[in-house]
């Protein structure tokens, strides 16, 4: 009798030099890998770090594999970088990106709340909320930004104006100095951080002068979200 191994998981992210951002998105991937016993989980990345995503595919080759992009939002790293590493071979596939979600909108939504309420006060009816994104020049990644932005309002329940740190307006700074115009009676301005784990954004976003900053959606240390793993899980299932 013979067996049907499951596909590998290539976990691709970013990459990054934060040392917090790599432990954040390390834990992220053991994470998938005690959800997901039978598979090989693979951390692999697309800049900064290696092994990137095209050594991975070599080191595969011949063997079913399925990249998740640990991006949340599909610019040109899914729809290039990636794309070109899983064309050579037959048995390598692609799924989509990690957002948009309504599952990490609702992890974004809890991470307002807990930021507020470590702020001192629990998100009030004054507060302004503003998504802050890592921005791309690819229209599509924009557009899944602004849903995403869609969607915390909607878990929310008030608007939330979305904002990005590079490449599209409005920056998060901008948006941060537009909100704080429009407070009134004690509200404060809220960023919430649609970030995949702490680095060079998170840092450019605190400095953007938000009464309240949020966490990424991965942190170094404390429980890995549940509502992430299970993300990256579905993508996964999604293909293989």
Do not use: I, K
């Amino acid at each position: 009798m013979t067996t049907t191994e499951p596909p590998v998981l290539l976990a691709c992210a970013h990459g990054t030099s934060s040392p917090a951002g790599r432990t954040a998105v390390q834990r992220l991937v053991d994470a998938v890998a005690a959800e997901l016993p039978e598979v090989e989980v693979v951390p692999t990345w697309v800049d900064v770090q290696t092994p990137d995503l095209a050594e991975r595919t070599e080191q595969y080759a011949g063997r079913p594999a399925v990249v998740v992009p640990l991006l949340l939002s599909a610019g040109y790293h899914v729809y290039v970088d990636v794309a070109e590493a899983v064309a050579a071979d037959d048995l390598h596939r692609v799924s989509a990106a990690l957002g948009p979600d309504r599952v990490l909108a609702r992890l974004l939504a809890r991470r307002v709340h807990e930021a507020c309420t470590a702020a001192g006060a629990p998100l009030g009816e004054h507060d302004r909320v503003v998504l802050a994104t890592a921005g791309s020049s690819d229209r599509r990644a924009v557009a899944d930004c602004a849903a995403v932005a869609d969607l915390l309002a909607e878990e929310l329940g008030r608007p939330v104006t979305v904002s990005y740190l590079a490449a599209a307006r409005p920056r998060v700074a901008e948006a941060v100095s537009g909100a704080r115009a429009d407070l009134v009676d004690g509200g404060r301005v809220v960023v919430a951080n649609y970030l995949l784990a702490p680095g060079y954004f998170l840092n450019l976003s605190r400095a953007a002068g938000a009464d309240v900053d949020t966490e990424p959606l991965a942190v170094p240390e404390g429980e890995v979200p549940a509502e992430l793993v299970d993300v990256v899980v579905s993508r996964y299932r999604s293909v293989a």
